[in-house]
């Protein structure tokens, strides 16, 4: 009983690898989000939307008429460009 407060030998211990360094690893930068200019596209009930930024337009089929027609009045009146 007395055996159990000596010192016991740790001669049976396995004894463990000195750590080995690990090399620093090259900041990455992550990719940028890509940034949405406008989007098309048609509802559920059937109207057309067009998103700009915040802006959204929702149209029927005659609204899509009457903004091809003044997109293209305005069009009309800009002066022709080379960079066309």
């Known amino acids: 009983m007395f ?7 740790y001669n049976n211990v396995v004894q463990f690898p000195e750590p080995k360094s690990i090399p620093s690893i090259p900041y ?10 406008y989007s098309i596209g048609i509802t559920s009930d059937n109207r057309m939307t067009f ?4 802006s959204t337009l929702t149209m029927n089929r005659k609204g ?3 903004l091809i027609e003044q ?4 069009m009309n009146q800009l002066p ?3 960079n066309d």
């Open 3 to 9: 055996d159990w407060f000596k010192k016991s030998n």
């Open 28 to 37: 990455i930068e992550p990719p940028k989000a890509e940034q949405e200019y």
């Open 51 to 54: 998103k700009i930024g915040i």
């Open 64 to 66: 899509c008429k009457e």
């Open 71 to 74: 997109l293209t009045v305005f």
């Open 80 to 82: 022709e460009s080379t």
